[in-house]
């Protein structure tokens, strides 16, 4: 166990040094504590022609010990209104969930985690379910609802949102 999680600090080290030398657009990265590689704060700007141009949404992610061959857990500090995303601010896509075979059948083994991913690609992800909603599998049942049958609230509450989000940073 000592080996796995020292082996998934120093790749968390690696990742982080990397984002540090080459930002990517759209989003920043950092330790919520430089004593603990495993916990990261994440700043995601609203993705620019979508309802949520503009926001500045923070999110926790946390990473298993045994990183990256189980994925992490990426939670919205900040107010988020979208079908993907719980209620207390979990986000749910596929690239997070365990890999293997999905016990309810929804998605394909290679749609779900594999330990190519980085927090990169998982903010990138998380960037695109910004952009396209998935309503067919939502997190968040009142938000899926409202995104097909009344956009205008759906659209005033995410407007909220970023406008909250804009307000904290």
Aim: net charge negative.
């Amino acid at each position: 166990m000592a080996a796995t999680t020292s082996q998934a600090s120093l790749l968390l080290q690696k990742q982080l040094r990397d984002l540090a030398k080459h930002p990517v657009d759209g989003f920043s990265a950092g330790l919520v504590d430089d004593s603990n590689v495993f916990e990261w704060q994440v700043t995601i700007i609203g993705p620019p022609e979508t309802l949520y141009d503009g926001g500045y949404f923070n999110a926790i992610m946390s990473f298993p010990q045994n990183y990256p061959n189980s994925p992490p857990s990426v939670r919205f500090t900040s107010e988020m209104w979208h079908p993907n995303v719980y209620p207390d601010g979990r986000v749910c896509i596929s690239i997070l969930h365990p890999p293997g075979e999905d016990p309810n059948g929804y998605e394909l083994a290679s749609e779900r985690w594999t330990p190519v991913h980085t927090v990169e690609s998982i903010v990138l992800s998380i960037i695109s379910m910004l952009s396209s909603p998935n309503d067919e599998s939502p997190a968040n049942i009142e938000a899926a609802k409202e995104w097909r049958e009344k956009r205008g609230d759906f659209k005033k509450k995410v407007s909220r949102c970023v406008r909250k989000s804009q307000e904290m940073f």
